[in-house]
């Protein structure tokens, strides 16, 4: 029996937030802005939303696999995005799936392509829902829907001690991978905050960034080889190290999202599980002061495997608003050698730009689960959380995340958090709150991750919540940085996506999509139309 999750939110329906976290949270939120409470919409049950009835019939052969019951339809017709939530807080699902499809292997997934071809179905794959782009969302244009979930696609099938790679079904989920590595040396080690819902398949689909801030940022760098399944037929990619023949086939299907064909399973590359590291955190008077630090260590070619800078007011409990210092939180980690070598040249070199690391935080020590490394990971962890209780109290809670050059950064920076500060002000009618963080970062430049805060009308909340991410989404664009760094492109990107990659690439790519997918069937929207 697989765990239920949340419908209308993050998470199993089983957990949450405590009333002692949810109690103190309200609390500085209140403070901040200057309320006295909230008046909190509860969570939708399941009949408290009304959907229109399937528009297909399941053949007699598909229906062990395939579910057209109420709640499956409703789990998957929204991603987890704040919009996501506020839509299934206001009970609003008007284009559900028509049904949900369970593959149990490649063959399933032929069949039931076969199926969507014969009736004029639109096919989504769905991995783990987790996206927060509507990714896997249904338009109001398609006239039938079949979602493809994969996650009785779950196993690691094969492991190859000696390159250290895997080959492993495209379903399963991160925690498994890692549960099914247990008895090995090896772990794949790719983490991001939507690791404990969100399959392999879905990291390849949509470019996943993962828990390496340096190097290895993106799931591009552990992929060996695919096997795909499209509309027209099957293709596997060979397994090698690197190599120069051609554009690469690989490349073509990771970031595809789903409008190619179906990622069926990986070889993927491991690496022995660390046993050495080295944590530290490091205080800077101004988050510009940090990122000259972050500058200088990436293109020292150290390459920690944390090295993230986040504003003070954002990563620490308890910081005043007028707070201007920044945090670093940095990390070494290897299987192999000692890291103080590392540590030490690092740490150097923040303090050149004004950094002091926190007492007893550097060498071979716990410190990234204390200080003020374990304060921003314990916020990080739990922060997916929070948004439906942010929806629930008409608080705008958001983030979008950019890259850009370091040459660009301080003007670029400066102008985005100008846009989004007046953007909050101007769309909701007073000020918000507006912060900034380095997730990755790379010898040419940063990915900088955006959090917005607000106080919403709950009768216009959706509106004034789209109209306000989708102004600073554009302002990215608009100034030289990409729509995203690691969360895809989605419907809700794709506008944006339109202005950034070049016409004739997408040409390209509507050729390929109608060699793969002659009548598009596949996630139609996403990327280009057909």
């Known amino acids: 029996m697989m765990r239920q999750k949340k419908f209308y939110a993050w998470g199993y329906a089983d957990e949450g937030l405590s009333d002692e976290e949810i109690g103190a949270w309200e609390s500085g939120i209140a403070r901040h802005y200057g309320l006295s409470g909230f008046d909190v919409t509860p969570p939708p049950a399941p009949e408290d939303i009304v959907l229109r009835a399937p528009r297909l019939e399941v053949p007699a052969t598909l229906q062990p696999i395939v579910r057209s019951d109420h709640l499956t339809r409703l789990e998957h017709s929204y991603g987890k995005a704040g919009f996501d939530a506020c839509r299934m807080f206001m009970r609003l699902v008007p284009t559900p799936p028509d049904a949900v499809a369970f593959p149990e292997n490649e063959e399933d997934i032929v069949r039931i392509l076969a199926w969507c071809d014969t009736i004029g179905a639109t096919a989504i794959p769905y991995g783990g829902g987790s996206s927060v782009v509507k990714g896997i969302e249904p ?65 390849i689909a949509t470019r996943s960034g993962g828990h390496f801030a340096t190097l290895y940022t993106h799931i591009d760098d552990f992929v060996e080889s695919l096997r795909v399944v499209t509309p027209t037929g099957s293709l596997e990619t060979r397994r090698l190290p690197g190599s120069g023949a051609g554009p690469s086939p690989d490349r073509m299907f990771i970031g595809s999202e789903g409008i190619l064909g179906i990622i069926t399973e990986a070889w993927v590359r491991l690496r022995k599980k660390p046993t050495f590291r080295a944590s530290a955190s490091v205080r800077f008077p101004d988050f510009l002061a940090g990122a000259e630090a972050v500058r200088a260590i990436t293109q020292a070619g150290l390459y920690p495997a944390n090295c993230r800078l986040l504003e003070a007011r954002e990563a620490l409990p308890d910081v005043p608003w007028q707070n201007e ?11 192999d050698h000692p890291l103080e070598a590392w540590m030490d040249r690092a740490l150097e070199i923040c303090r050149d730009h004004g950094g002091v690391a926190d007492t007893g935080s550097s060498g071979d020590t716990p410190a990234h689960r204390s200080g003020a490394a374990g304060a921003w990971r314990d916020r990080f962890i739990r922060a997916p959380y929070y948004t439906e209780h942010a929806v629930a109290r008409g608080l705008l809670a958001t ?54 805060g607000g106080i919403l009308d709950k009768r216009i909340m959706l509106d004034q919540f789209m109209t306000i991410l989708s102004t600073c989404t554009a302002a990215t664009v608009e100034h030289g940085g990409t729509t995203t760094h690691h969360h895809a492109v989605g419907r809700f990107h794709r506008p944006f996506y339109d202005r950034q990659r070049p016409e004739l690439f997408a040409r390209a790519l509507r050729a390929a999509k109608r060699e793969l997918d002659p009548k598009g069937l596949m996630n139609p929207g996403v990327l280009i139309d057909p």
């Open 399 to 452: 983030t979008f995340e950019t890259a850009i050059t370091w040459d660009r950064f301080r003007d670029f920076h400066a102008l985005v958090m100008k846009i989004a500060a007046a953007t909050i002000k101007d769309v909701s009618g007073r000020e918000g709150t507006v912060t900034c963080r380095m997730t990755h970062v790379y010898p040419d430049g940063p990915c900088l991750y955006f959090t917005l």
């Open 139 to 203: 338009s109001e244009a398609f006239e039938k829907v079949v979602t493809i979930s994969m996650r009785r696609m779950e196993r690691v099938v094969e492991v190859d001690p000696v390159s250290e790679a895997a080959r492993i079904q495209g379903g399963v989920y991160g925690p498994s991978i890692e549960d099914q590595l247990r008895d090995t040396p090896l772990t794949l080690r790719h983490y991001m905050q939507a690791y404990q819902c969100s399959t392999l398949g879905g990291w």
């Open 325 to 335: 210092e920044a945090v670093l939180v940095l990390a070494f980690e290897s299987a």
